[in-house]
């Protein structure tokens, strides 16, 4: 099958590197887009649905967090438990956190220790742009892209010279300060910013006991700093930074007696690159990434929450975009990475490299485009695997694009799924294979009538599902490749002006199932809505936003359920002069109750049996902003 997807590689197949501006009208929406065109790298595909946030909409929608921007995402929904810091996770089609790969500045920021990234962590004030790519991508980026791509871009510089200076105060003793310069030439640009976040928190355990009655505190300091220069007309290099780190309190909700947890943090990433065009027919661009994900959990109170991870990567990639006439491209790229684990607990492994080499072509007719990629891992745990990847576009009548596709993808293990150390509630597995994935999808999008759409429909089988099975005689479960599991679901995207309201509708309805069982998969809504509604009036604006989420189950059996909810937001904003914008929030206007995970408190200082608890969600929220920019 290698062999052959090689050689139809040959075949033509649509433009990857056309530049965004020459995007269709029908595709170059204001909140929820498509990803169709050239972005910021040479590597996507023309086919892939996704959504893009830019820098003017995490302003106008005045974001606090990454994941309140990605619950406005079709097909994606959050769960996070304990704490403003704590662990959450990004379901994309209903595939595990971990099988989404997340990308800083074309930096791998999922932790080897965990899988997942710290999402909940960035600074959105940080962020440029973020694009939410939905489908497998391992024919282009390799692991852990089975539910699909996350990438965040850093702020760009802007021709001048733009000081920026942002304060914010709300309830719950939320206080945010930004400071920023950003500036350049036609040959240099560069953006350098600061900030500080700060929350008291509540308490979002529900049972109250001892210790985890307290508030549950957070603070953040983050700084950025992205450099571009061309040294000639087809030479030009970049540097990109990005350190974020703080403290954040949790509750310590799986104990009896409950300590006082909290963890500090540092989430931080280098990018590198060099670009240089030989030709006008030949591009190609090297990169260079580090990253690092240190946490540090202490306890006072309990001894049993005093551990560390510190995980680090180094990454090399080397693209080369060929232009071969008007009509087929092709992309041949190499990578290196490298992950290696520091702590405080007793891992058998601690250090893996991955090397891969990738191939695309695509062409692009009149009325026809096709793209097939292809790409062959090195693993040093796991071996070889390759993945590929194929699509057909077919331009149907009236600004519609019918599009059918087939990728493959596949999750390689964390550190702490392979070979954490054995607990009273879990151990890791050395044992474990690749989880491997087969997508199939099928995409119709366009313009009408002012209104632009897109429709989804796909189907995701995962094979080798890594799930937690119960050993007698052990104390602890252990992770085995014993499940299938069935991703399937519609997704809708609808943009448009009504009566002055700038429209924005995101429904999705997702089937994730365990094919051995036949339950639901723990933790995903199989039914979520969002809206938001923003109109200008002169200097002021105002915009709505509302939330719907089904009920979910939290556990495999689908015995424990957790109510769905809907939430209602409001925002506005007044220009009060060409450099000083005010700017107010309110977040779950009703003072929702809910929950989006559960945890499992024991009833007795021996472990003999147990209580299923909520973790709160923040209740109503206000902030108020202040923004100059001279």
């Known amino acids: 099958m290698a062999r052959l997807a090689l050689a139809t590689a040959l075949l033509p197949t649509p433009p990857l590197a056309a530049d965004s501006s020459e995007a269709p009208a029908a595709f170059r929406l204001p909140h929820q887009s498509v990803v169709s065109r050239k972005l910021y790298a040479p590597v996507e595909s023309a086919s892939a649905a996704a959504t893009v946030f830019s820098r003017d909409d995490i302003e106008r929608l005045q974001a606090q967090s990454v994941p309140e921007l990605l619950n406005r995402v079709p097909g994606v929904l959050m769960a996070q438990g304990g704490g403003r810091g704590a662990l959450s996770g990004a379901f994309i089609r209903g595939a595990n956190p971990g099988q989404t790969l997340v990308l800083v500045d074309g930096v791998r920021i999922n932790s080897a220790a965990s899988g997942m990234a710290r999402l909940e962590l960035l600074d959105p004030g940080r962020i440029e742009r973020i694009e939410v790519i939905r489908g497998p991508l391992a024919s282009q980026y390799g692991a852990d892209a089975i539910g699909g791509l996350i990438r965040i871009f850093t702020r760009r510089g802007e021709p001048g010279l733009r000081p920026r200076l942002r304060l914010a105060v709300g309830n719950r003793g939320a206080f945010e300060r930004e400071l920023g310069l950003s500036g350049g030439d036609e040959r240099t640009r560069f953006d350098l910013g600061a900030s500080q976040v700060e929350s008291q928190g509540f308490d979002r355990s529900s049972d109250n006991r001892g210790r985890d009655a307290d508030h549950d505190g957070f603070r953040s300091r983050a700084l950025d700093l992205t450099l571009e220069h061309r040294f000639a007309d087809n030479l030009q290099a970049g540097l990109n930074l990005l350190d974020q780190r703080g403290e954040s309190e949790l509750d310590d909700v799986y104990s009896f007696r409950p300590g006082a947890p909290y963890e500090r943090f540092v989430v931080s990433s280098v ?24 946490s540090k959990n202490r306890d006072d109170h309990n001894i049993v929450n005093n551990y ?5 990567r180094d990454s090399l990639a080397w ?21 290696r684990l520091h702590g405080e607990l007793d891992y058998d492994e601690t250090r893996r490299w991955n090397r891969a080499a990738f191939v695309r072509h695509s062409y692009r007719g009149e009325r026809l485009g096709v793209e097939i990629g292809l790409r062959h891992d090195d693993n040093r745990r796991f071996g070889s695997e390759e993945s590929w990847s194929a699509a057909l576009t077919l331009d149907l009548a009236r600004a519609t694009e019918l599009i059918l596709s087939y990728a493959e993808g596949f999750h390689a293990p964390s550190f702490n799924e392979l070979y954490f150390p054995a607990t009273p509630a879990y151990a890791g597995n050395p044992d474990l294979a690749p989880e491997r994935s087969k997508s199939y999808e099928i995409q119709l999008r366009g313009e009408h009538r002012g209104t632009h759409w897109s429709l989804s429909a796909y189907r995701t089988e995962v094979d080798d599902l890594i799930v937690k099975t119960s050993r007698p005689g052990n104390l602890s479960d252990r992770l085995e490749n014993i499940d299938r599991a069935r991703l399937q679901g519609l997704e809708l995207a609808l943009s448009r002006d009504i009566l002055g309201w700038q429209t924005a ?54 015995e424990h359920g957790i109510a769905g909810y809907a939430l209602l937001g409001l925002r506005g904003s007044w220009q009060m002069s060409e450099a000083l914008k005010w700017q107010v929030k309110i977040d779950n206007l009703l003072d929702k109750e809910y929950s989006q995970v559960l945890y499992n ?14 973790f709160r969600q923040d209740g109503r929220g206000v902030l108020l902003s202040l923004t100059w920019t001279p």
């Open 271 to 294: 990018a590198a690159h060099l670009e240089i065009h030989p030709s006008e027919a030949w591009t190609s661009r090297i990169e260079a990434g580090h990253f690092e994900n240190q």
């Open 308 to 312: 560390s991870f510190n995980t680090y």
């Open 319 to 339: 693209f080369n975009t060929l232009r071969l006439d008007e009509r087929r491209q092709l992309l041949l790229g190499a990578e290196w990475y490298e992950e």
């Open 505 to 558: 509708l995101a429904a999705s309805l997702v089937d994730p199932r365990d094919r051995d069982s036949g339950h639901t998969l723990p933790r995903r809504a199989r039914r979520n809505l969002s809206l938001d509604l923003d109109r200008r009036f002169g200097a002021f604006s105002a915009g709505i936003g509302w939330q719907a989420v089904s009920s979910r189950y939290e556990d495999d059996a689908n």
């Open 601 to 614: 408190r024991p009833n007795t200082p021996f472990y003999t049996s147990f209580g299923l608890h909520e």
